[in-house]
């Protein structure tokens, strides 16, 4: 195989499934254009395109100067950046090939059938123009408002990729990718009152409007998911697999909301749809670059697929009406994002990487470090970290004098290595997708079971 090509096995199966692909999209068509079963075989062909683009388009990026240095290797070997955008790219197309689709019903409705435009028009209709009365236009612009939501995060994190912009900058740059969804809910949803736990019910009532706090929150959930998992980073595969564990939680979530776990129709089948015909294509092209990022990798994801993970997530969570769910979802990255603040508000130094260190005699990982070689803590904070190392939360290094010299970066990576000893870089992958998924599926328990105990209702109840 060369470094760019794809074996005769590799271009026998991905030929096979996109063919099946293709004839099963054919034959969506014989029926009523059935949406779920058109989103698969889309993805399918996703996972395709994506495969043999990062194969083929590996050499392009290097040219170009989109390479990294794989840190955590004896020979750091430099391998092509940013190949999240050839995923996001093929993902945004997708999803706008698949338009049609989930519409397709509406559009037959609306007109005479299969599309036909020959239904007698009276006079004032003709003056007005079409009146496709039944058709959803808010379900399209919720649609639309999604894919130029997440159009917006992929130029921004291909612009961080090229430019390196600093995190004080593009930190809170995906709340202005959030403004067309938002806009939708507001006009669309509006909702803005939440309900308010059984306990605090008799201080506030059964409902509580937070009014444009709810858009804030909204906001923050969209600045929120796509920085956490840049943050939650820096080892091969644990980007790409982290997102693609949220992502088949998040569908596992919605597919209770569908038949046969809850009769048809359930007031929140339509969201929860919307929120799988955006998921299943984001499988499909992050598996493609899951088997070129695992351990050892062969390709970097690049900050434009976190962010353009993170977004997928937001968009679902807040135009499916599930965004606590979804938080639910992220326990790791909330927990991560929380460890790491002190170094990210620069209470303590924080270093360009927090990536975990290679030991080449071992080829095991080990926790990396901050220095305090420049200013030592101040007193406040050196209690506070003695206190966390005696916690074992994280590990300090002393002089002579018994002063601070160094600690374990924070981030859950460090202490994973902090707790287990060091190992290797797939081991710890592996040991933060498990932590994922015990999280995830207690966060799905506490959603549809533990609910009950705070709320009148679990709204999956019929
Ligand atoms: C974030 C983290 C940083 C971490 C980096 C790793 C914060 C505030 N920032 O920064 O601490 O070091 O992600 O992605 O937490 N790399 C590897 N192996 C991998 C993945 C990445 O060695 O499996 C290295 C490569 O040199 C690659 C670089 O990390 O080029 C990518 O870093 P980048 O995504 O630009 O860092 P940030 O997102 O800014
Ligand atoms: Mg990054």
Avoid at 251 to 267: G, I, K, Q, R
Avoid at 278 to 303: R, T
Avoid at 376 to 390: D, S
């Amino acid at each position: 195989m060369t470094a760019t090509g794809l074996t005769t096995s590799e271009t026998l199966w991905l030929l096979t499934l996109s063919a099946a692909c293709i004839g099963i999209l054919a034959n969506t068509f014989q029926g009523d254009g059935e949406p779920l079963i058109a989103s698969l075989a889309l993805s399918g062909l996703a996972f395709a395109f994506s495969f043999c683009l990062i194969r083929w388009l590996g050499d392009v990026f290097m040219r170009v100067g989109l390479k990294g240095r794989d840190m955590a290797k004896t020979r750091r070997v430099e391998i092509p950046e940013t190949m999240g955008a050839v995923c996001a790219v093929v993902y945004l197309l997708v999803i706008i090939v698949f338009i049609p689709f989930p519409f397709y019903k509406d559009i037959v409705a609306a007109t005479s059938g299969g599309g036909n435009r020959d239904v007698v028009m009276e006079l004032q209709q003709v003056e007005t123009g079409r009146l496709l009365h039944r058709f959803p236009h808010s379900k399209l612009a919720s649609y639309l408002s999604a894919v130029l939501s997440l159009q917006v995060v992929v130029i921004l994190g291909m612009a961080d990729d090229l430019f390196d912009v600093r995190w004080r900058h593009k930190v809170l740059l995906p709340a202005f990718a959030a403004i067309p969804m938002l806009i939708v809910y507001f006009v669309d949803f509006g909702v803005t009152k939440v309900v308010v736990p059984l306990p605090l019910q008799s201080y506030l009532g059964e409902l509580v409007d937070l009014g444009w706090l709810y858009y804030a929150y909204m906001a923050a959930i969209a600045i929120f998911c796509p920085n956490s998992i840049n943050i939650l980073a820096g080892i091969n595969g644990i980007e790409v697999s982290q997102s693609i564990l949220i992502a088949l939680m998040l569908l596992l979530n919605d597919s209770l909301y569908l038949s046969p776990f809850t009769p048809y129709p359930h007031p929140a089948t339509d969201s929860h749809l919307f929120s799988i015909y955006l998921l299943l294509p984001f499988i499909g092209v992050s598996l493609a670059l899951l088997l070129h990022n695992w351990y050892p990798a062969k390709v970097f994801v690049g900050d434009t697929y976190c962010y353009f993970a993170g977004m997928v997530f937001a968009v679902v969570g807040i135009l499916g009406h599930f965004s606590k769910t979804l938080l639910l979802l992220f326990i790791p990255q909330i927990a991560n994002a929380a460890y790491s603040s002190p170094q990210l508000f620069h209470l303590i130094p924080c270093p360009r990487h927090r990536l975990p260190h290679f030991n080449p005699r071992t080829g095991l990982l080990e926790p990396s470090t901050a220095s305090f070689a420049s200013s030592p803590p101040a007193k406040p904070i050196a209690l506070v970290l003695r206190l966390l190392h005696r916690l074992r939360l994280l590990r300090l290094t002393f002089n002579d004098a018994g002063e601070i010299t160094e600690t374990t970066n924070l981030t859950i990576l460090n202490l994973w290595l902090v707790w287990w000893g060091p190992m290797r870089e797939d081991k710890l992958a592996i040991g933060l997708l498990v932590l994922q998924t015990v999280c995830g599926v207690l966060g799905l328990v506490i959603r549809h079971r533990l609910a009950l105990w705070v709320f009148r209702e679990d709204n999956l109840a019929v």
